[in-house]
């Protein structure tokens, strides 16, 4: 069975830092780009950043650029972001779905994991 | 940057068709694709590819994509269906989601 697990979220203070994780089973790891997705309370999808499968290409949205890195290790078969200088408005559910178009991506989303819950707040 | 419009809301009756539409600049010339999401839950894929059904999904799921809209149709809709769909495309090398539409089947 294919599988996604986040860990890695938590209740933060703005300006801290913060390292999220996605667990990858069932499937061959490498063969597919992953994403990093983020809904907020009560609003909607927000589409945070992407990595190859080889890590050559990451791609990150432009309202989030500069304060994330997105990485992979093939051989954990783990997904990372990560996330520095937050604030309260980067308080979400945090998903990772990998991209079932294969390793450069450029599809659909599926599946995605069960999330993980980042909380900013003093 | 490119952006996805899809109405905040859709009612349909029980058994009635649901046509929930998503409007971005020639998305025709892009591929459209629609997640479902339950409340609390992790949204999953309901069509590809614009047309194309996941294993799993129903057969009263189906989508289209031409001009400035792609449209995700629910045929003979059921309680089941109520939840928030969004749809997706990809802008060069990053993806846009359309802000979701809450579908309410009564």
């Known amino acids: 069975e294919v599988q996604l697990v986040e860990s890695g979220g938590g209740l933060v203070k703005p300006g801290e830092s913060l390292r999220l994780s996605c667990a990858a089973s069932g499937f061959t790891f490498s063969s597919y780009s992953m994403n990093w997705v983020r809904q907020a309370p009560g609003k909607g999808l927000e589409w945070v950043s992407s990595?190859?499968?080889?890590?050559?290409?990451?791609y990150y949205a432009d309202s989030l650029k500069g304060r994330l890195t997105i990485s992979r290790d093939n051989a954990k078969n783990s997904l990372y972001l990560q996330m520095n200088s937050l604030r309260a408005e980067d308080t979400a559910v945090y998903y990772c779905?990998?991209?079932?178009?294969?390793?450069?991506?450029?599809?659909?989303?599926?599946?995605w994991g069960q999330g993980t819950l980042v909380t900013v707040s003093s | 940057s490119y952006e996805l419009t899809q109405p905040p809301s859709v009612s349909v009756s029980p058994g009635q068709t649901a046509n929930i539409s998503c409007s971005g600049d020639?998305?025709?010339?892009?591929?459209a694709y629609w997640y479902q999401q339950d409340p609390g839950q992790s949204p999953i894929l309901v069509i590809y590819e614009d047309s194309k059904r996941p294993s799993g999904i129903p057969e009263r799921f189906s989508g289209s994509n031409s001009g400035n809209t792609a449209t995700l149709t629910i045929s003979g809709s059921q309680a089941m269906d109520e939840a928030d769909y969004y749809c997706q495309a990809w802008d060069s090398s990053t993806v846009v989601f359309g802000g979701g539409t809450k579908l309410t089947v009564l």
């Open positions: 779905a990998r991209d079932a178009a294969g390793p450069t991506g450029g599809g659909w989303f599926d599946p």
């Open positions: 020639k998305l025709g010339n892009k591929y």
């Open positions: 990595i190859s499968g080889s890590s050559a290409d990451r």
